[in-house]
């Protein structure tokens, strides 16, 4: 059971930074794939960024150089710090967790996820 939380949306202006956190079950964290995705009104869901088991990241173009996905061993915790942040960021975005350890991008393949946090951001 992976039990995803996730915390830290909220709302900025553009150029803004945001800090989004997820605490999985330990077992999970260290033995699954965790991503991020987000989801926009209208929009299908989309994987922004990734990290698979041996530590491999993988971001989505839109958000490279100004998103950084990170895992804090000693608090059990993946992040997304999120930096010049722009209005088309605005989503609800999900703690993602996949069973297989290496990771894949169609969402529909990750077996557990979080609530979701809203981010908006305003122009």
């Known amino acids: 059971q992976a039990n995803l939380v996730e915390s830290g949306g909220g709302s900025v202006e553009a150029g803004g930074s945001l800090r989004l956190s997820c605490t999985p079950s330990?077992?999970?964290?260290?033995?699954?794939?965790m991503a991020w995705f987000r989801q926009a009104p209208g929009k299908e869901r989309e994987g922004v960024a990734s990290?698979?088991?041996?530590?491999?990241?993988w971001y989505t173009d839109s958000v490279k150089g100004r998103f950084t996905i990170s895992q804090d061993n000693a608090k059990n915790t993946l992040s997304l710090q999120m930096n010049s942040l722009k209005a088309e960021d605005t989503a609800m975005y999900y703690c993602?967790?996949?069973?297989?350890?290496?990771?894949?991008?169609?969402?529909?393949?990750?077996?557990?996820w979080g609530q979701g946090t809203q981010v908006t951001v305003s122009s």
């Open positions: 330990e077992y999970t964290y260290r033995r699954y794939c």
């Open positions: 993602a967790a996949d069973r297989d350890p290496i990771c894949r991008r169609n969402p529909v393949l990750f077996d557990y």
């Open positions: 990290i698979d088991s041996i530590g491999r990241i």
